[in-house]
């Protein structure tokens, strides 16, 4: 059914593995917006779930009088997904120098930090990770391609699909360690309930986190001020506040608002 939001002239209802958000008095052409399966709590690829990047995408649109279809594909996907379409966008892309001229960075949402989660001692370093047994990471991510270039003879790296697989790994003992954004591991741990207590390392690398777009985008540079500047206005009336308390709880929000 479609849902309500705050904004009386906005409707957003699901059709299978998409959903749009369609203001009343929209008249430009639709964006997709491609969202990746179990990215959560940044993307959950799903009108129930949509992720913080999802709400505050849906908020864009409103704001913006845009008609937004948010199209759900698996994760190693979404990147070759928008690239193809001139009308994509894509949620929760980490921005960094081999992907800077494939897409317009359209807005830049918050920093994530990439450490180490264990179950006991800390590690502070990959290569400490990886020579204590088996690391758990992402497949298709810049993190999996870390670990593997420091990988040893007789070292194991354990790639998930799912984000939520490599807590589960951690979580049962099948790996020592698991490599993944910080916020993402801590938000996972909470929400599948594990008893065990996580362990975080120091921060290993970190990374601006975008709403980014195809380069061949109609209208691509005035969007991504008009974006910015409604991003702005969110952040000014309490509104990012309120979907990063609900996401990621006040500790973490308070931390990201600094």
Not at 211 to 227: D, E, H, K, S
Request: proline fraction near 5%; glycine fraction near 10%.
């Amino acid at each position: 059914m479609p849902k309500d939001s705050k904004e009386s002239n906005w409707r957003c209802g699901a059709v299978g593995l998409l959903w749009a958000c369609v203001a009343a008095s929209a008249t430009a052409a639709p964006v997709n917006i491609y969202v990746g399966h179990g990215q959560m709590p940044f993307a959950g690829g799903t009108e129930q779930a949509p992720g913080l990047f999802g709400e505050l995408s849906e908020q864009l649109c409103a704001r913006l009088q845009l008609e937004c279809l948010f199209r759900s594909v698996p994760w190693r996907r979404v990147q070759h997904e928008a690239a193809a379409d001139p009308s994509g966008l894509v949620l929760n892309l980490g921005r960094f120098p081999e992907r800077e001229d494939k897409f317009i960075w359209l807005v830049d949402v918050l920093s994530t930090r990439y450490c180490v989660a264990s179950l006991g001692r800390p590690f502070d370093t990959l290569a400490d990770a990886l020579a204590s047994g088996p690391v758990a990471v992402m497949s298709g991510t810049p993190r999996a391609q870390e670990l593997r270039a420091q990988l040893r003879e007789g070292q194991q790296i354990v790639e998930v699909a799912d984000p939520e697989q490599g807590a589960e790994l951690l979580n049962s003992g099948r790996v020592v360690a698991w490599y993944e954004i910080e916020l993402r591991a801590r938000y996972l741990w909470r929400r599948l309930g594990y008893s065990q207590t996580l362990t975080m390392g120091r921060p290993i690398g970190q990374l601006d986190s975008y709403i980014a777009g195809n380069t061949q985008l109609n209208g691509g540079q005035a969007l991504q001020q008009r974006m910015a500047d409604a991003f702005v206005e969110m952040q000014r009336d309490g509104s990012w506040r309120r979907i990063l308390v609900e996401y990621l709880g006040e500790e973490d929000a308070v931390r990201l608002l600094r």
